[in-house]
């Protein structure tokens, strides 16, 4: 059983930055993938960006926000971020994180998600 809490959204203009943070708890966070989905009004969920279990090694972003988004994880701390740099208008949304036992951009096959947080990106 993985918990998760996000924090950090709030208001920022755009090309403005921006720091996520997810907070898991549960003895076996490590061995989860985890993302970042998005989900503005009115429409469906969306993939952001994933980051494989264990080492962290390899990212997989989507290409709206490649370039821009940087995840990471600390499995010490049970943290996983993602740090939006030049936002966007357009990057509006309710961000949530996910645990999955595979990595994959598929909303489905996440086990576990938090509450979410808003970011609102101003023009």
């Known amino acids: 059983q993985v918990q998760l809490v996000e924090s950090g959204g709030g208001l920022v203009q755009a090309g403005g930055s921006l720091r996520l943070s997810c907070a898991a708890s549960?003895?076996?966070?490590?061995?989860?993938?985890m993302g970042w989905f998005r989900q503005a009004p009115g429409k469906e969920r969306e993939f952001v960006a994933l980051i494989n279990s264990y080492s962290g090694d390899k990212t997989y972003y989507a290409d709206s926000v490649k370039g821009r988004f940087t995840i990471s994880r600390d499995n010490a701390k049970k943290m996983v971020y993602l740090q939006m740099n030049s936002l966007k208008p357009e990057d509006t949304a309710v961000y949530y994180c996910?645990?999955?036992?595979?990595?994959?951009?598929?909303?489905?096959?996440?086990?576990?998600w938090g509450q979410g947080t808003q970011v609102t990106v101003s023009s």
């Open positions: 996910a645990a999955s036992p595979g990595a994959t951009m598929r909303p489905h096959e996440y086990d576990y």
């Open positions: 549960g003895r076996t966070f490590s061995r989860y993938a």
